[in-house]
């Protein structure tokens, strides 16, 4: 007689545990793999966190992503590009050793700047395009999605350049805001936008579209005359009069070259558009940008005509203001900053910006974030958490970056709103003369003189 067979009782609380061991182990060999490739650099070595960050890191997103499947692309905001790349199986096998080679030694070396080609597909167009790999953070280089340069071949150009960048969405969308800032001052702005890449048609990731600086970047702006260049010297492109810009541009890098020195204002006025500069280096502070005035990171643009140079903003890393002096900002680049007479232009600019002008920038974001927002959420890093002021979680970040700010003015207004203010005649001279411990200008406005006794009455300029 046969006996009736006996259901096993399954427990739900056994599953999730089994289940959870499974993937634990998965995320065990995943990371022993990292581990026992991945180059620790001297940067690593400071503490063992630093050592252990970037495998766990890298792990993490590929898993965030890997569960996450292709992109919802359903109700695309009207005329959004998605940006199709296909591939030869040989150059997506070079793309993908590019990726695993950044991630494993922590940086770009000649092998990963190697260029691969492709073909590009958006608004209905066709391009043959060469692929470079851009930025060397975990969260360029996660695989399927890395952030490219793109460079069109054949004369051929896309919104006006031949150069662009794609990146991922949460990197440059802060910069956003100093980006409408800066072109309210009249500085020179690249061009971006928001898109979607896609390879071999399938839609992965939400991206940034952000223009290379190059010549083009001057003829969209209607100033095609200048020359680009960074701040290490390097041109990028060469203008109408390069030989009259190269005496320019020795100047400036020279400057940018000895962060410890002082820049006289004499000599700034001679070589810098300082009505621009001054924008330049208050929304470079107010944004708390940690790199300063560091050389590498800057990018300038050598008017022929004036002859003058200005700077453009491009890679803020956004912070606390209260931060800076243990940031880069104190030792990059601050011999702008140590004279006087500059410094007094610098703070009225950042006053300004402090006090009239963080409702127009956070306008600007509500405006970004509610075309754009429900699409970065169904982007598969909205739901990995960065570090910094806005930082976090991404889908906290509009709210974080408007207490940011805010606590930015607020502390930028207290710091250059001091009444401290001395006087002195000098008889020798006839003069009378004053002096602050505050920082930021000061203007007197009256003086009301009582049984030989001077009163100042003076306001921040």
Same mark, same amino acid.
């Given at each position: ?49 630093? #050592?252990? *960050? ?159 600086? *190059? ?52 000599? #700034? ?193």
């Amino acid at each position: 007689m046969s006996r009736t067979p006996q259901k096993i009782a399954v427990r739900p609380l056994h599953a999730l545990a089994w289940l959870a061991a499974i993937a634990a182990v998965l995320v065990a060999i995943d990371l022993a793999e990292r581990f026992a490739f991945y180059e620790i650099r001297e940067r690593d070595t400071s503490s063992f966190a630093r #050592m252990v *960050r970037r495998p766990i890191k890298d792990t993490g997103m590929a898993l965030v992503h890997g569960l996450a499947g292709d992109l919802d692309v359903s109700d695309l905001p009207e005329g959004m590009p998605v940006f199709d790349f296909s591939l030869k199986p040989q150059d997506a096998e070079a793309l993908l050793a590019h990726l695993t080679r950044v991630r494993v030694i922590g940086t770009h070396d000649e092998f990963s700047r190697t260029a691969i080609p492709a073909r590009m597909r958006v608004d209905g167009e066709s391009y043959d395009v060469r692929l470079k790999l851009r930025g060397r953070q975990h969260y360029h280089v996660v695989p399927p999605r890395p952030s490219l340069r793109v460079s069109l071949r054949r004369g051929r150009s896309y919104r006006g350049t031949k150069d662009f960048n794609l990146i991922e969405p949460f990197d440059k969308t802060t910069d956003q805001v100093f980006l409408w800032e800066a072109k309210e001052h009249g500085l020179i702005s690249w061009d971006s936008t928001m898109g979607v890449l896609a390879i071999a048609g399938r839609p992965l990731a939400v991206v940034q579209y952000v223009e290379q600086v *190059r010549s083009e970047t001057g003829a969209n702006a209607v100033r095609p005359e200048g020359t680009f260049f960074r701040g290490t010297g390097e041109l990028y492109s060469e203008g109408m009069d390069p030989k009259r810009c190269g005496a320019l541009i020795e100047r400036v890098t020279g400057w940018l070259a000895d962060p410890n020195s002082i820049v006289p204002f004499e000599p #700034m006025q001679e070589v810098l558009d300082l009505e621009r500069f001054r924008w330049f280096t208050a929304l470079t502070e107010f944004s708390g940008d940690g790199h300063g005035f560091a050389n590498f990171n800057m990018k300038a643009y050598c008017d022929p005509v004036s002859p003058r140079v200005e700077f453009l903003i491009w890679d803020t890393r956004f912070g606390r203001w209260e931060s800076l002096p243990t940031s880069q900002f104190a030792e990059q680049g601050t011999q702008f900053l140590r004279g006087d007479r500059y410094r007094t232009l610098h703070d009225e600019a950042l006053y300004t910006l402090a006090l009239d002008r963080v409702e127009p920038m956070l306008e600007r974001m509500r405006t970004f974030y509610a075309a754009y927002g429900a699409l970065m959420a169904r982007d598969p890093f909205q739901r990995f958490p960065r570090g910094g002021p806005d930082g976090g979680f991404m889908s906290a970040r509009p709210a974080k970056l408007e207490r940011t700010l805010r606590a930015k003015a607020e502390a930028i207004r207290a710091t250059l709103e001091g009444e401290q203010l001395q006087w002195w005649v000098d008889p020798a001279r006839r003069e009378l003369l004053f002096a602050t411990t505050d920082r930021g200008a000061k203007r007197v406005e009256a003086l009301l003189l009582r049984s030989g006794s001077v009163d100042a009455e003076h306001r921040l300029r």
